[in-house]
């Protein structure tokens, strides 16, 4: 399975500050996602990275506040906006060949602290 | 939306024993999958079964589907201490996109 990296592994932040999570794959991939888990919680997809072109949000997420880039097969960002309290998560991004019936590998998270 | 439930939220057993955890979902899916996360990092592909399995089998691990109620359960046999994390249930409703349960966390007491 394709090996993924992201950084940073943890930070912690000042409220009204970006920070900006970067997932990198060791080999092309058709699909990249990106998770959030908040505290003692469960994973929430927040948005369908797309080679090329806009992310897709899921329900409860925008744009302006987790804005994404996927500038090839291979790499993809993630940015937290204008942070809150709320914010602290993990951030997790995972990555999938496409097609049917094909497991998600995960990398192993940011975990986000905002004071 | 979160449509996975899991049963239970915590389990706790004697090293040795099996352990049982079970996934219940709403609504139709391509397949559901099994993953193991170790103390809030990233989580490790453990399973994967079809809409059209009924049973699956990989080591020690043994996941059955029901879809008619839309119910799997995740079975480790011979537990071992370093079993201990939590396990999640996510179905795949389509374009790969996951729906998580709330997980299972599972302690092997030694």
């Known amino acids: 399975s394709a090996v993924i990296s992201q950084k940073p592994s943890r930070d912690i932040c000042q409220r009204g500050t970006s920070l900006t999570i970067q997932c990198q794959v060791d080999s092309q991939v058709t699909m990249m996602f990106w998770y959030r888990q908040q505290p003692g919680q469960s994973l929430t997809l927040i948005a369908t990275?797309?080679?090329?072109?806009?992310?897709?949000?899921e329900s409860g997420f925008v744009i302006d506040k987790f804005p994404i880039s996927r500038p090839n097969l291979t790499f993809s960002t993630l940015t937290v906006s204008n942070m809150s309290p709320e914010d602290s998560s993990i951030y997790l991004c995972?990555?999938?060949?496409?097609?049917?019936?094909?497991?998600?590998?995960f990398g192993d998270g940011t975990r986000l602290s905002i004071l | 939306s979160q449509q996975g439930e899991e049963d239970p939220q915590a389990l706790s057993i004697q090293e040795g024993e099996n352990a049982t955890m079970n996934c219940s979902y709403k609504t139709s899916i391509n397949n559901l999958q099994w993953y193991r996360q170790n103390s809030g990092r990233g989580l490790v592909h453990l399973i994967l079964?079809?809409?059209?399995?009924r049973e699956k089998h990989s080591g020690r691990l043994r996941v059955t589907l029901d879809t008619s109620k839309k119910s799997s359960s995740l079975l480790i046999t011979a537990s071992r201490a370093a079993d201990t994390a939590s396990y999640f249930c996510?179905?795949?409703?389509?374009?790969?996109?996951?729906?998580f349960g709330q997980g299972t966390r599972l302690t092997i007491n030694p």
């Open positions: 996510a179905t795949d409703e389509g374009a790969q996109k996951l729906v």
């Open positions: 079964i079809r809409s059209n399995e």
């Open positions: 990275a797309n080679q090329g072109s806009e992310a897709t949000y």
């Open positions: 995972s990555v999938g060949q496409g097609g049917y019936n094909q497991p998600q590998h």
